[in-house]
């Protein structure tokens, strides 16, 4: 089956078929590290995680950029208010950026490139612009002349008479349409600059996009991600200056756009003063439990963030963990032969990996691609109490093991899977039994004690010690 994603453009889900083979290159719109990072930031770079993951699951070779926008009106306006240079401001707030994305698990990014280290390939790229007659310069500003771009809209369809209407209200004298978007912006005292055509300057930040994608991935490329607020003006604005200069169309293949997040009904974002900060949500809940949530809707629907419906996710979360810890704290000791719950859960197992991959396929529905795993883990607590193989038992943590490396869920805790501390907690299970067999009954209920402040759960059942993740 064919993989389907659907493209802003065309408003349709459409059939995945990369420009060159199974090479993908794709692109997301970064941070401008300008503030701390919020729930909103963590549901798009981990939505984008997801579908690079997948991608290569199924047998793509994705080379995966996202920008950094280290140099932006905003990060000028706060490093004014705040007496912290630009350039320091921004190396925080990208540190406490990329450090909350090792936490989320957000690896599968091949290149952070910074806005700053492309001023050249900018500017070739604004000269070519003015060069071919798509941008003009007034007093060391650039702007960009959309009335020369025929199909300026194409990507969010808003009409032409609304947009020159909506752009009168802060209209400058200088531009030949209310429409027209800075290149180039001449130096201001205070700002950071760099030697241009044109005069001292910087770029505006529509330009860092192009400049960046057209010197790793050529005039064309495949995927094209972020939030749906960037449609317009800044996607279109990509769309124009690059077509423009390369001549080549489409810029990108297909667009794709990841809804908000929202509290109580309105967009999480720092205009309307709503934002959570990742921090605080992990303050209460682990980083699993945060990617579980936010992918646990599809990614363009919108999430509803409350701390309760972080509380219900960690529930739901839980039964697919425990059942995992369950299967991990039996596999040593279950039998090698044929068990009486084999065939239900392998069955079981054919069914929801067909299913898991199904729904990924659909445009990356990960809610219904989890909704599969609930129902696999349904099927395990049944066939577990019937009794599992070792060889079953090891096909269930290694399907888990599949679709985990996938939605980057299920390694917390990160150590007990390992062979090392499963070997330790067996160690001591085995230490208790021995204490307890001889009455030192101090020393067996200290160890239960000590496994249990460490979320090691102990039961002794009919057929021995046998022990689960809390
Ligand atoms: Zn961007």
Redesign the pocket.
């Known amino acids: 089956m064919a993989l389907h994603i659907y493209n802003t453009l065309s408003r349709t889900k459409e059939d995945f078929t990369p420009l060159r083979g199974k090479r993908v290159n794709m692109?997301?719109?970064?941070i401008t590290p300008y503030d701390y990072t919020h729930v909103g930031h963590a549901r798009t770079y981990v939505t984008f995680d997801v579908v690079a993951r997948y991608l290569r699951h199924r047998g793509y070779s994705v080379f995966y950029v996202q920008?950094v926008?280290d140099v932006d009106d905003r990060i000028v306006t706060r490093s004014a208010e705040s007496g912290t240079s630009w350039d320091e401001l921004g190396n925080t707030f990208l540190e406490d950026y990329l450090e909350t994305m090792r936490r989320l698990r957000v690896s599968s990014v091949n290149l952070y490139a910074r806005a700053t280290e492309y001023i050249p390939e900018i500017i070739e790229q604004v000269s070519g612009l003015v060069e071919k007659g798509f941008a003009y310069q007034v007093d060391g500003d650039v702007f960009y002349e959309v009335d020369r771009y025929p199909s300026w809209g194409q990507l969010s369809r808003v009409k032409q008479e609304k947009l020159r209407a909506g752009a009168r209200v802060e209209v400058d004298e200088r531009k030949r349409d209310p429409r027209d978007f800075a290149l180039w912006k001449a130096k201001k005292p205070g700002e950071p600059t760099w030697d241009s055509p044109w005069g001292p300057g910087r770029p505006g930040?529509?330009i860092?996009?192009t400049a960046i994608t057209i010197t790793h991935f050529g005039p064309q490329y495949d995927i094209h991600g972020?939030a749906t607020d960037?449609i317009f003006p800044?996607?279109e604005a990509?769309i124009a200056q690059a077509e423009a200069f390369t001549g080549v169309t489409p810029f990108v293949k297909y667009w794709m756009h990841g809804g908000f997040v929202v509290t109580k009904g309105e967009r999480m974002g720092k205009s309307l003063g709503n934002i959570v900060p990742v921090q605080d949500a992990l303050d209460r809940v682990e980083p699993e439990v945060l990617r579980f949530f936010l992918v646990n809707t599809q990614y363009r629907g919108p999430i509803d963030f409350t701390f309760e419906a972080l509380d219900e996710a960690q529930s739901a979360y839980a039964r697919l963990t425990e059942a995992l810890g369950r299967a991990r704290g039996e596999r040593e000791d279950a039998s090698k032969g044929k068990s009486p719950g084999d065939a239900e859960l392998r069955k079981a197992l054919k069914n929801a990996t067909q299913a898991f991959h199904q729904a990924m396929d659909d445009d990356f529905n990960t809610r219904d691609a989890l909704g599969a795993l609930f129902q696999l883990t349904t099927a395990f607590n049944t066939a577990v109490e019937r009794g599992l193989s070792q060889t079953v038992l090891q096909a269930y943590l290694d399907a888990f093991d599949v679709y985990g490396r996938v939605l980057g869920l299920f390694r917390t805790p990160t150590g007990v899977s390992s062979d090392l501390l499963q070997g330790l907690v067996r160690l001591l299970v085995g230490l208790r039994e021995a204490a307890r067999e001889k009455g030192d009954f101090e020393t067996s209920d200290r160890v239960r004690k000590a496994l249990g402040d460490l979320g090691i759960e102990l039961q002794d059942t009919s057929k021995g010690p046998r022990w689960r993740l809390t």
């Not at 692109?27 to 970064?30: L, P, S």
Request: proline share 0%; glycine share 6%.
């Open positions: 692109f997301v719109c970064g920008n926008t930040w529509h860092e996009d972020a960037l800044h996607h990509e």
